[in-house]
T-cell receptor, first 112, second 112 residues
């Protein structure tokens, strides 16, 4: 059973701090990795995608991938109350298929 | 630009009643299409995916079915709803080069 594991949280950080969200995956053949943000009652929104080892930065967001450790992380700098949401880690199943495996999500609270 | 629509937005149905949820995508051709379900406080469960008209793959055996009568239309159906069918139903499509998956606004189904 291929899995994606996340700490369910909640993770609470003060406004302006760095929020660090982590994810591990079991399928060594996975090549594509994503972070989605989901506000309560809304559908998931893609915020970051990463395909190679290292860091990828987009505004206040940085995704980090380490395929050897099967580990993906998302850093949110200068956290804002509007960043309060559930963050879903997602991994494309290896083997050339089209299926995306989602983690259960980490709830983030940013305190003003 | 691409847009994905789902309707209805909310639905309350009695146990044993039929179900039909519709999803359409605009601005792209021959997308892969997906149906997910998210139970309250839970992660995303892939129900069905389709790589083309009439081609449906089922991920979870249950009383739901899916159909793709047109290239950009994906329908989720049930003949008799169960209480356990309650949840947030999400349709998604993927963009190629690189692969990314985007979600529609979702349908919140409550079976009473």
């Amino acid at each position: 059973q291929k899995e994606v594991e996340q700490n369910s949280g909640p993770l609470s950080v003060p406004e302006g701090a760095i929020a660090s969200l982590n994810c591990t995956y079991s399928d060594r053949g996975s090549q594509s990795f994503f972070w989605y943000r989901q506000y309560s009652g809304k559908s998931p929104e893609l915020i970051m995608s990463i395909y190679s080892n290292g860091d990828k930065e987009d505004g206040r967001f940085t995704a980090q991938l380490n395929k050897a450790s099967q580990y993906v992380s998302l850093l949110i700098r200068d956290s804002q109350p509007s960043d309060s949401a559930t963050y879903l880690c997602a991994v494309i199943q290896g083997g050339g298929g089209f299926k995306t495996i989602f983690g259960a999500g980490t709830r983030l609270f940013v305190k003003a | 630009s691409q847009t994905i629509h789902q309707w209805p937005a909310t639905l309350v149905q009695p146990v044993g009643s039929p179900l039909s949820l519709e999803c359409t995508v605009e601005g792209t051709s021959n997308p892969n299409l997906y149906w997910y379900r998210q139970a309250a406080g839970r992660g995303l469960q892939l129900l069905f995916y389709s790589v083309g008209i009439g081609q449906i793959s089922s991920e979870v055996p249950q009383n739901l079915s899916a159909s793709r009568p047109q290239d950009r239309q994906f329908i989720l159906s049930s003949k008799k709803l169960l209480l356990s069918d309650s949840g947030f139903y999400l349709c998604a499509w993927n963009k190629w080069g690189p692969y990314e998956q985007y979600f529609g606004p979702g349908t919140r189904l409550t079976v009473t």
